[in-house]
C-alpha cells in the first residue's frame, strides 16, 4: 500500500527543508513563520476560507496566503448561498474568493454541490412537490461550468448516516425523491460539464474505534464498491476528518484497514476538513496544543502513507474564524466558574494550526513534518 519512493523522497527532502525557508516576510503585518511557512515539497496544503474575511481582515488575508496554496470556500459555493431564491443567481461571494485565489496563484477546491445541510428552502419545497432532477442538475451544471478550472469537487457531501436504513444512506430529500439513483446521478451530471475534473463523495466520522463510526466506515466502503462497479464516475474520497478528542484518540488501525479497501477500488484521497474538537479546555495553553497536535499527527501518520493522497485541508486556518469556537453562553459559564485565570483563550478552541493571533501551533509542525505544505 505504502508508495515507497514517494514516501522516501518526501522525508528525505523533509530532512533538508529546515535551511531552505524561502518565504519573504519583510512586508507582512504578522511573522509568519518563514520555515513552516511552504517551504517544504510534499503534500499541498489548503485551507476553508471566507470571502469577507479576506475583506475585513487584513492579518486573515496574509496568512492565507502566506501559508495556502489551496483553499475552500468555507460557505461561499453552497447552494442556499448562492441561490437563495429561485433563480436568482448571487456569485458575489463566490467569484470574490475565487478572483482572490486566481489573482494569487492559489487553486480553490469545489465544495460542496449537492449536501442536504445546503439546500435552499425553495429548492426543498419544489424537489417536494415536482420531483424533478433537472433542479438539482442545473445547479450542479451552473457551478461545475462556471468555475471550470477547479481540479476536484465535493459532489456529494455527507451521504452516509447511520441507523435508518440497512444501506446506510442518510435519509434525506435526494434520497426520498430520486432513491439511491441520486449519488450516481449527481456525479454524472458533474462529468457531463468537465471531463477533466476530480469528483469525490466526501464524509465524516470515520476516524475512531466507536460503534458508529465503524459503521460509517462499513456503509461507506459498499457505497463506494457500488459506485465503482456500476462504472459511475468517482475519482476520490474526501476525509473530513474533525478529530475529536472526546472520542478519545483517532484508531490508525481502522483508519489503515479502511484506506487499504479505498485503494482497492482505485480511488484516490483527500483530507477535507481537518481540525480538532478538544476534550477539555482546563489546561495549559501548552498542553492544549500538545494534545491537539498529538492526535493531528497520529491521523496523519497514517494518512499520509496513503499512495495517492491529493491533498491535506484544514477547516479554517486560525483559531480567531473558527466553527468550532464555544458559544457566548458556555465562555460566560467557564468565565464564572472561574476558569482561565492564566490568560489561556478562554471559549475558543485551539483545533486549527495558527492561534488567535496567528502565531503557528505545534498543529502546523505535525503538517509540516508530515511533508504537508508546499504549493505545488
Ligand atoms: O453570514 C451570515 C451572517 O450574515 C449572519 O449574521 C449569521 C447569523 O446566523 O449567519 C452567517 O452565516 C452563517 C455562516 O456559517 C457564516 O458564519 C450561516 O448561518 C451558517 O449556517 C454557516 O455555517 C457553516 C456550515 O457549514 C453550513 O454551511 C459553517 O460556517 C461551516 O463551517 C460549515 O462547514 C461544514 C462543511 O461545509 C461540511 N462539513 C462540516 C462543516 C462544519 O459544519
Same mark, same amino acid.
Given at each position: 500500500?505504502?508508495?515507497?519512493?514517494?514516501?522516501?523522497?518526501r522525508?528525505?527532502?523533509?530532512?533538508?527543508?529546515?535551511?531552505t525557508?524561502? !518565504?519573504?516576510?519583510?512586508?507582512?503585518? @504578522?511573522?509568519?513563520?518563514?520555515?513552516?511557512?511552504? #517551504?517544504?515539497?510534499?503534500?499541498?496544503?489548503?485551507?476553508?476560507?471566507?470571502?469577507?474575511?479576506?475583506?475585513?481582515?487584513?492579518?486573515?488575508?496574509?496568512?492565507?496566503l502566506?501559508?495556502?496554496s489551496r483553499?475552500?470556500?468555507?460557505?461561499?459555493?453552497k447552494?442556499d448561498?448562492?441561490?437563495?431564491?429561485?433563480?436568482?443567481?448571487?456569485?458575489?461571494?463566490?467569484?470574490?474568493?475565487?478572483?482572490?485565489?486566481?489573482?494569487?496563484?492559489?487553486?480553490?477546491?469545489?465544495?460542496?454541490?449537492?449536501?442536504?445541510?445546503?439546500?435552499?428552502?425553495?429548492?426543498?419545497?419544489?424537489?417536494?412537490?415536482?420531483?424533478?432532477?433537472?433542479?438539482?442538475?442545473?445547479?450542479?451544471?451552473?457551478?461545475?461550468?462556471? @468555475?471550470?478550472?477547479?481540479r476536484?469537487?465535493?459532489?456529494?457531501?455527507?451521504?452516509?448516516?447511520?441507523?435508518?436504513r440497512?444501506?446506510?444512506?442518510?435519509?434525506?430529500?435526494?434520497?426520498?425523491?430520486?432513491?439511491?439513483?441520486?449519488?450516481?446521478?449527481?456525479?454524472?451530471?458533474?462529468?457531463?460539464?468537465?471531463?477533466?475534473?476530480? !469528483?469525490?463523495?466526501?464524509?465524516?466520522?470515520?476516524?475512531?474505534? !466507536?460503534?458508529?463510526?465503524?459503521?460509517?466506515r462499513?456503509?461507506?466502503?459498499?457505497?463506494?464498491?457500488?459506485?465503482?462497479?456500476?462504472?459511475?464516475?468517482l475519482?476520490?474520497?474526501?476525509?473530513?476528518?474533525?478529530?475529536?478528542?472526546?472520542?478519545?484518540t483517532?484508531?490508525?488501525?481502522?483508519?489503515?484497514?479502511?484506506?487499504?479497501?479505498?485503494?482497492?477500488?482505485?480511488?484516490?484521497?483527500?483530507v477535507?476538513?481537518?481540525?480538532?474538537?478538544?476534550?477539555?479546555?482546563?489546561?495549559?495553553?501548552?498542553?492544549?496544543?500538545?494534545?491537539?497536535?498529538?492526535?493531528v499527527?497520529?491521523?496523519?501518520?497514517?494518512?499520509c502513507?496513503f499512495?495517492?493522497?491529493?491533498?491535506?485541508?484544514?477547516?479554517?486556518? #486560525?483559531?480567531?474564524?473558527?466553527?468550532?469556537?464555544?458559544?457566548?453562553?458556555?465562555?460566560?459559564?467557564?468565565?464564572?466558574?472561574?476558569?482561565?485565570?492564566?490568560?489561556s483563550?478562554?471559549?475558543?478552541?485551539?483545533?486549527?494550526?495558527?492561534?488567535?493571533?496567528?502565531?503557528?501551533?505545534?498543529?502546523?509542525?505535525?503538517?509540516?513534518?508530515?511533508?504537508?505544505?508546499?504549493?505545488q
Amino acid at each position: 500500500m505504502v508508495n515507497t519512493t514517494l514516501e522516501l523522497s518526501r522525508r528525505r527532502f523533509l530532512s533538508s527543508s529546515a535551511t531552505t525557508s524561502l !518565504l519573504a516576510v519583510a512586508s507582512l503585518s @504578522y511573522p509568519i513563520d518563514p520555515i513552516l511557512a511552504k #517551504t517544504i515539497k510534499g503534500i499541498q496544503f489548503g485551507a476553508a476560507a471566507r470571502a469577507s474575511l479576506i475583506v475585513s481582515d487584513p492579518q486573515y488575508r496574509d496568512a492565507l496566503l502566506g501559508y495556502c496554496s489551496r483553499l475552500t470556500p468555507e460557505i461561499e459555493f453552497k447552494w442556499d448561498r448562492i441561490e437563495q431564491e429561485q433563480g436568482q443567481f448571487m456569485f458575489g461571494e463566490a467569484d470574490q474568493l475565487a478572483n482572490f485565489a486566481r489573482d494569487h496563484g492559489i487553486e480553490i477546491y469545489g465544495h460542496t454541490l449537492l449536501w442536504h445541510r445546503s439546500l435552499p428552502p425553495w429548492a426543498y419545497e419544489n424537489l417536494k412537490v415536482e420531483r424533478e432532477w433537472s433542479i438539482v442538475d442545473r445547479y450542479i451544471r451552473q457551478m461545475v461550468g462556471r @468555475y471550470d478550472g477547479i481540479r476536484y469537487w465535493d459532489v456529494v457531501n455527507e451521504p452516509i448516516e447511520t441507523g435508518y436504513r440497512t444501506d446506510g444512506l442518510r435519509p434525506s430529500i435526494f434520497l426520498d425523491v430520486f432513491g439511491d439513483e441520486y449519488v450516481a446521478s449527481a456525479l454524472q451530471a458533474a462529468r457531463s460539464v468537465s471531463s477533466s475534473a476530480k !469528483l469525490l463523495i466526501n464524509e465524516y466520522g470515520l476516524e475512531y474505534d !466507536l460503534a458508529v463510526e465503524h459503521d460509517r466506515r462499513y456503509h461507506f466502503l459498499k457505497l463506494l464498491e457500488r459506485l465503482k462497479h456500476s462504472g459511475v464516475p468517482l475519482d476520490g474520497v474526501g476525509l473530513q476528518a474533525h478529530l475529536d478528542l472526546r472520542k478519545g484518540t483517532v484508531s490508525p488501525a481502522s483508519i489503515g484497514s479502511f484506506l487499504k479497501e479505498i485503494a482497492n477500488f482505485g480511488l484516490f484521497i483527500f483530507v477535507t476538513e481537518l481540525d480538532v474538537t478538544e476534550a477539555s479546555y482546563f489546561q495549559t495553553v501548552d498542553e492544549r496544543d500538545e494534545q491537539v497536535a498529538a492526535e493531528v499527527s497520529r491521523y496523519l501518520d497514517v494518512v499520509c502513507d496513503f499512495p495517492d493522497i491529493r491533498g491535506v485541508t484544514t477547516w479554517g486556518l #486560525t483559531d480567531r474564524y473558527s466553527w468550532l469556537g464555544l458559544s457566548p453562553e458556555e465562555v460566560e459559564a467557564y468565565i464564572r466558574l472561574g476558569y482561565w485565570r492564566d490568560g489561556s483563550s478562554p471559549g475558543l478552541n485551539r483545533g486549527l494550526p495558527l492561534d488567535t493571533d496567528m502565531r503557528p501551533k505545534q498543529f502546523l509542525r505535525s503538517l509540516t513534518s508530515h511533508g504537508i505544505g508546499e504549493k505545488q
